[in-house]
């Protein structure tokens, strides 16, 4: 620990600053390093002195920087003048005006002279970001939290969050609905992009006719882990009936599963995946679709999986065979394999491109498959 027992003046008279308790240094860098040497240059020894403060004062020195317009400091300079104590005299230097300012004032008086107000909770929230700066533009973001009555909810989410990073404000800049904002869930949430699929899950959920809003926000507020928040999102997805987007398929022998409980059902009976909740969520997004072949009532036939397939611009949907799969997983006999092609090929559904007959690519496709256990698939059509 050290002592700061004062600056150089930039005048023939020595301006002795207050003397003060520091804190161990600790560097930064970035643009904040690049305003505050410029600030040294008028002002040496600010840059060290800066390196010594408080984290709650530091943080209001890097907000200071993010909205200083370096082509015109006079500006900030006079607004500091405000708060500044007396031996900040208006004659120096803008810059110099700028850096004895932000080392004699507190933070309080900072934040006043950056933004013009310090709203409720701002200083608990900078002195709890630690050392490191954010990113310039997410102090005004964080000032607006409090500053704003629209925004306010999110500040108050902010006094019981632990520590503050940028993470945890593009979160909480994310997820507007007041129901979700709450501290474990913007836990939970690990970035940017995880906020925006969470807010957009949640906001397709609602729009469901089978969803109770309530109950789902309760869940999602209950939610402690992850794990425990993907389970509340999967219970109600699951619990979707009529699912969108489906396949037409005139033929007699197919049909095409059209519910949830139809998965599960089917699902069932061949012993297939389709009760798991990967197939259930891509299907009631309409990313999948599913159809039974059963050419006779009184044996078991085939799930064929259909992936649907759109042209740029255009929102028309036809529907390609991705996979054909027996009861128990088992091997599908080929001739079973192109009966089904053909049945569906000539009701307009495209057919994978799969190597056949005894061409160069079917016999690496067959020999690479028996090796290691299918390195592509086969689906042969003929």
């Not at 002592?3 to 860098?29: C, D, N």
């Not at 033929?251 to 409980?261: A, I, T």
């Amino acid at each position: 620990m050290w002592e700061l027992q004062g600056i150089e003046a930039f005048t023939e008279q020595r301006l002795e600053l207050p003397v003060r308790r520091t804190f161990a240094p600790r560097a930064y860098g970035d643009s904040y390093l690049q305003a505050a040497s410029r600030l040294d240059t008028a002002c040496p020894g600010f840059l060290n002195a800066s390196f010594h403060v408080s984290a709650l004062k530091r943080q209001a020195i890097f907000a200071c920087f993010a909205e200083a317009d370096w082509e015109r400091p006079d500006q900030l300079a006079s607004r500091l003048r405000g708060v500044a104590p007396a031996e900040c005299i208006s004659h120096l230097d803008p810059l110099a005006q700028i850096a004895r300012s932000l080392i004699t004032s507190r933070a309080r008086e900072i934040i006043l002279a950056t933004y013009g107000e310090v709203p409720n909770g701002l200083l608990g929230a900078l002195a709890r970001i630690g050392d490191e700066p954010l990113p310039e533009p997410y102090y005004r973001v964080l000032f607006n939290f409090f500053a704003k009555p629209n925004l306010r909810k999110k500040g108050r989410v902010l006094r019981h969050v632990g520590r503050i990073d940028v993470r945890t404000l593009q979160v909480i800049e994310i997820v507007d609905a007041a129901e979700l904002l709450n501290p474990a869930i913007i836990s939970l949430l690990a970035s940017q992009n995880n906020a925006f699929d969470f807010t957009q899950t949640v906001r397709w959920l609602k729009e469901l006719d089978h969803v109770d809003n309530d109950a789902l926000d309760e869940a999602i507020r209950g939610a402690t882990t992850r794990r425990s928040l993907g389970r509340a999102l999967q219970y109600w997805i699951e619990r979707t009936e009529q699912l969108p987007g489906l396949p037409v398929l005139n033929d007699p022998e197919f049909q095409v599963l059209s519910s949830v409980s139809m998965l599960r059902a089917k699902g069932i009976e061949y012993r297939v995946c389709l009760t798991s909740s990967e197939p259930i969520r891509e299907a009631v997004l309409g990313l999948v679709a599913f159809a039974e072949w059963r050419p006779t009532p009184d044996e078991l036939g085939v799930i064929v999986e259909l992936r649907p397939l759109v042209r740029s611009g255009s929102h028309a949907r036809h529907w390609m065979i991705a996979s054909i799969n027996a009861p128990d997983n088992s091997p599908v006999p080929r001739s079973i394999r192109i009966q089904v092609g053909r049945r569906l090929g000539a009701l307009g559904y495209f057919l994978p491109v799969r190597p056949t007959g005894d061409d160069t690519a079917a016999c690496v496709s067959r020999l690479m498959r028996r090796l290691d256990g299918g390195w592509l698939t086969d689906l042969e059509i003929e």
